[in-house]
């Protein structure tokens, strides 16, 4: 089974092309989905699954969650599965803005694709990915970089990265301290807020885990 997560209106032959109702959607008049369903919800077996695809769609999940999904992701690949990212490209877009020779047209075309297209309760931006960032993202959990494209589309700036399931076992308590590791680079510093909003985070972190029903199973 191949999974094409938040398809929207591009179908992809041979994947279950998964997307919210389209009650959920602000614009779409019909969907393509072959499944509705909020992707955070989703439940599969460990090892069941060949390839995850997501087009422009990681980028709308906070950290913690963005953590847990991968952490999931993961579990549900086969040995070797594929998992294909494309997001907005942040630093590209970033320098858009800061040029003092780009057109004021494509800069608020550059902060759309940075922070969101607005219409409709999903359709924020959480973070803002590199190529190289993406990339020890995922090697940080366990993934193994096949390739990487930058590609350019109606003056916006996109980074897609394909990465393969390694053989490395990843536990349910590694998952956590590669999270914990991860989520701390965000802090200012080491005072008692801060630290209090990592707690938020990694409680987060692991509301989403507890979602997936196979998860533990998988993990431990």
């Known amino acids: 089974m191949k999974l094409h997560l938040g398809?929207?209106?591009?179908?992809?032959?041979?994947?279950?092309?998964?997307?919210f109702p389209i009650s959920h959607h602000s614009l779409l008049a019909k969907s393509v989905a072959d499944r509705h369903i909020d992707i955070t919800k989703l439940k599969y077996k460990a090892n069941a699954i060949e390839e995850i695809r997501l087009?422009?769609?990681?980028?709308?999940?906070?950290?913690?969650?963005?953590?847990?999904?991968?952490?999931?992701?993961?579990?549900?690949?086969?040995?070797?599965?594929?998992?294909?990212?494309?997001?907005?490209?942040?630093?590209?877009?970033?320098?858009?803005?800061?040029?003092?020779l780009t057109p004021n047209k494509a800069k608020f075309v550059a902060l759309r694709h940075i922070f969101g297209s607005h219409e409709a309760d999903w359709a924020n931006h959480y973070e803002g990915w590199s190529i190289k960032r993406l990339?020890?993202?995922?090697?940080?959990?366990?993934?193994?970089?096949?390739?990487?494209?930058?590609?350019?589309?109606?003056?916006?700036?996109?980074?897609?990265?394909?990465?393969?399931?390694n053989n490395q076992k990843l536990s349910k308590k590694k998952s956590e301290i590669i999270t914990k590791s991860y989520l701390q680079k965000y802090l200012v510093d080491k005072s008692s807020s801060e630290l209090n909003l990592l707690r938020v985070w990694i409680r987060k972190y692991h509301t989403q885990i507890n979602n997936q029903y196979y998860l533990k199973k998988n993990l431990d």
């Open 7 to 19: 398809c929207g209106q591009k179908y992809l032959k041979g994947y279950l092309n998964i997307d």
């Open 55 to 100: 087009h422009h769609v990681f980028e709308h999940f906070p950290r913690s969650i963005a953590c847990a999904l991968v952490v999931t992701w993961r579990s549900w690949l086969k040995p070797g599965g594929i998992l294909h990212i494309e997001v907005p490209d942040f630093d590209k877009s970033a320098q858009v803005i800061l040029n003092p």
């Open 135 to 165: 990339t020890n993202f995922l090697k940080d959990y366990q993934f193994d970089i096949i390739k990487t494209n930058k590609s350019h589309w109606l003056g916006t700036h996109n980074i897609s990265i394909i990465a393969k399931k």
